[in-house]
Nanobody, 117 residues
Framework: QVQLAESGGGLVQAGGSLRLSCAASGGMFGLFIMAWYRQAPGKQRELVARIDAGGGTTYADSVKGRFTISRDHAKNTVYLQMNDLKREDTGVFSC???????????WGQGTQVTVSS
């Protein structure tokens, strides 16, 4: 059973930075496309950034140039570096792992990010 454990959320002022981490266990990390999703209050969950096993990345337009997703295969961990945070970035950030072979996907419990003005 794949388990994902997020960390790094918190309260930050607008313009500040945070780095989220998601440690994966129980599966072959190299088989997963890893992603971060965000759910803002009263809104649907949306994709923020995705990284495939080879390092190819995709970003939501709203975070391009500010957020960077990366992965460390030795540590089975994916990161989301968030710079120049805005109030609209506030939400619960969840880590997602998609097994490209089986199409099974897994979710972490989420970590709260709150950006104050």
């Amino acid at each position: 059973q794949v388990q994902l454990a997020e960390s790094g959320g918190g309260l930050v002022q607008a313009g500040g930075s945070l780095r989220l981490s998601c440690a994966a266990s129980g599966g072959m990390f190299g088989l997963f496309i890893m992603a971060w999703y965000r759910q803002a209050p009263g809104k649907q969950r949306e994709l923020v950034a995705r990284i495939d096993a080879g390092g190819g990345t995709t970003y939501a337009d709203s975070v391009k140039g500010r957020f960077t997703i990366s992965r460390d295969h030795a540590k089975n961990t994916v990161y989301l570096q968030m710079n120049d945070l805005k109030r609209e970035d506030t939400g619960v950030f969840s880590c997602n792992a998609l097994n490209v072979g089986s199409s099974m996907q897994y979710w972490g419990q989420g970590t709260q990010v709150t950006v104050s003005s």
